[in-house]
């Protein structure tokens, strides 16, 4: 495809469900990276993939938060036992040479 | 730690007059800088960047921005905006290639007739 995609669009889950979002990066793009963005603030930095490598995680906020990249292209981030301070918007950004991350439309997430 | 300020959230302004969106950052080290933009309901688009070479970046839309090192500052600025520019704005900064942006809180440019 032309750009990064996304899904679900939209995600509803009940406190203390699983959930899996998953990224389709730009093709041929080495770079992978995931963003969480709270109700009117700027996204925050979850982890990044370079290929199959997840090089840094330092953003994840919890041990419910796991994210991979098995082949090196599509990724998903998994958030096991949700709670409400999970809601946010989750995106994806892909990068050619790591210099220009291109973003895909996001996952709203929203737990009850 | 690197750091993003963006003095304004919001920035209400009449169609065709000229704008000015602000950005800060705090970093010791040569940075990257970016200005992306959100339209309702979508992701963020890449509005314009600046990684190296000449302090003056622009877009294809009429933005255009500085990059000032003894400033510190990127800010975005439109000599005449459209109702199509209202969206929110996000200044970004990332210190070198592979590695995470780090966000401003993002400014709110409503464009009104």
């Known amino acids: 495809g032309a750009g990064v995609s996304q899904s679900p669009r939209y995600k509803v889950a009940k406190r203390g469900q699983d959930v899996a979002l998953r990224c389709d990066p730009i093709?041929?793009?080495?770079?992978l990276f995931w963003y969480q963005q709270a109700l009117g603030q700027g996204p925050e930095f979850l982890t990044y993939f370079q290929n199959e490598a997840q090089l840094d995680k330092s953003g994840l906020p919890s041990d419910r938060f796991f994210a991979e990249r098995p082949e090196g292209s599509v990724s998903t981030l998994k958030i096991q036992r949700t709670q409400q301070e999970d809601s946010a918007v989750y995106l994806c950004?892909?990068?050619?040479?790591?210099?220009?991350?291109?973003f895909g439309p996001g996952t709203r997430l929203t737990v009850l | 730690a690197q750091s993003v300020t963006q003095l304004d959230s919001q920035v209400p302004v009449f169609e065709e007059a000229p704008v000015e969106l602000r950005c800060n950052y705090s970093?010791?080290?040569?940075?990257?800088l970016f200005w992306y933009v959100q339209y309702p309901n979508q992701g963020l688009q890449l509005l314009l960047k600046y990684l190296s070479g000449s302090t003056l970046v622009e877009s294809i839309n009429g933005f255009e921005a500085e990059f000032n090192k003894s400033q510190t500052s990127f800010h975005l600025r439109k000599p005449s905006v459209h109702i199509s520019d209202t969206a929110e704005y996000f200044c970004a900064v990332s210190h070198q290639a592979g590695t995470a942006l780090i966000f401003g809180k993002g400014t709110t440019l409503s464009v009104s007739s």
């Open positions: 093709s041929g793009h080495v770079s």
């Open positions: 970093s010791s080290v040569s940075v990257y």
């Open positions: 950004a892909s990068s050619l040479r790591g210099d220009t991350q291109y």
